[in-house]
């Protein structure tokens, strides 16, 4: 069984910064992309960013140079610094991972934080 795990959601000021962290465990393959997805009510789930286990990164456009992911292979853990937040910020931020069982993929999603940005 995978577990996939966020923390880090909170409430915070405008311009304010939050960390988020995410983890895998238990029994998969060769975990491949680590990617954070964000979802506002009555909106539809969307990439905020990805990166692949060289170090590649794909940003949404509206978070490039405030948000910065990162990732520990060997703990299988994945993270999303974000930085100059605004009200728009404010979603559920999920974890997404996917592992490379060779002839497909596994995709696992975590259950979710909240990030709210208000004053």
């Known amino acids: 069984q995978v577990r996939v795990v966020e923390s880090g959601g909170d409430l915070v000021q405008p311009g304010g910064s939050l960390r988020l962290s995410c983890a895998a465990s238990?029994?998969?393959?060769?975990?491949?992309?680590m990617a954070w997805y964000r979802q506002a009510p009555g909106k539809q789930r969307d990439l905020v960013a990805s990166?692949?286990?060289?170090?590649?990164?794909i940003y949404a456009d509206s978070v490039k140079g405030r948000f910065t992911i990162s990732r520990d292979n060997a703990k299988n853990t994945v993270y999303l610094q974000m930085n100059s937040l605004t009200p728009e910020d404010t979603a559920v931020y999920y974890c997404?991972?996917?592992?490379?069982?060779?002839?497909?993929?596994?995709?696992?999603w975590g259950q979710g934080t909240q990030v709210t940005v208000s004053s």
């Open positions: 997404n991972v996917e592992s490379d069982r060779g002839v497909g993929f596994d995709v696992y």
């Open positions: 990166i692949h286990s060289s170090g590649r990164t």
């Open positions: 238990g029994t998969f393959f060769r975990i491949i992309h």
